[in-house]
C-alpha cells in the first residue's frame, strides 16, 4: 500500500522560510511525477508545485513562484517543498501528492496518492 507522510510544517514570521518533506512508500516513487498543493481555511484546494520523476520538470503557481522550490530525492524517496519569504497568504494545510507517468501535473484529479497534510501557519 502507497503511504505520503508530510512534516515540516509550523508556525513561522512574516518572511521567514519552512521547508516541507514528503516521505513516499510503496510504489509512490515507481518513475512518477509529484505535486504539493495546499488548503487554505474557507478555501479550495490548490496546486502549489509539481516535480517530474527526474527532478528536471518542474511547475510552480504564479503565487510562489520565485519564493518556493521543489525537489525529491529519489534515493531517499523523499520529495521537499523549500518556501522563502512566506506571508501570511501563504497558511494552509500542504498535501503532498503522487501519481503516474508522465505529468508532472497541475491538477489534483491528475493524482491518485494524497499524505494527511502538514499545517502551515505565516503570522504577521
Known amino acids: 500500500q502507497e503511504q505520503l507522510v508530510e512534516s515540516g510544517g509550523g508556525l513561522v514570521q512574516a518572511g521567514g522560510s519552512l521547508r516541507l518533506s514528503c516521505a513516499a512508500s510503496?510504489?509512490?516513487?515507481?518513475?512518477?511525477?509529484m505535486g504539493w498543493f495546499r488548503r487554505a481555511p474557507g478555501k479550495e484546494r490548490e496546486f502549489v508545485a509539481a516535480v517530474s520523476w527526474t527532478g528536471g520538470t518542474t511547475y510552480y503557481a504564479d503565487s510562489v513562484k520565485g519564493r518556493f522550490t521543489i525537489s525529491r530525492e529519489n534515493a531517499k524517496n523523499t520529495m521537499y517543498l523549500q518556501m522563502n519569504s512566506l506571508n501570511p497568504e501563504d497558511t494552509a494545510v500542504y498535501f503532498c501528492?503522487?501519481?503516474?507517468?508522465?505529468?508532472?501535473?497541475?491538477?489534483?484529479?491528475?493524482?491518485?496518492?494524497w499524505g494527511r497534510g502538514t499545517q502551515v501557519t505565516v503570522s504577521s
Open positions: 501528492a503522487a501519481s503516474t507517468p508522465p505529468g508532472p501535473y497541475t491538477r489534483p484529479y491528475e493524482y491518485d496518492s
Open positions: 510503496g510504489r509512490t516513487f515507481s518513475h512518477g511525477p
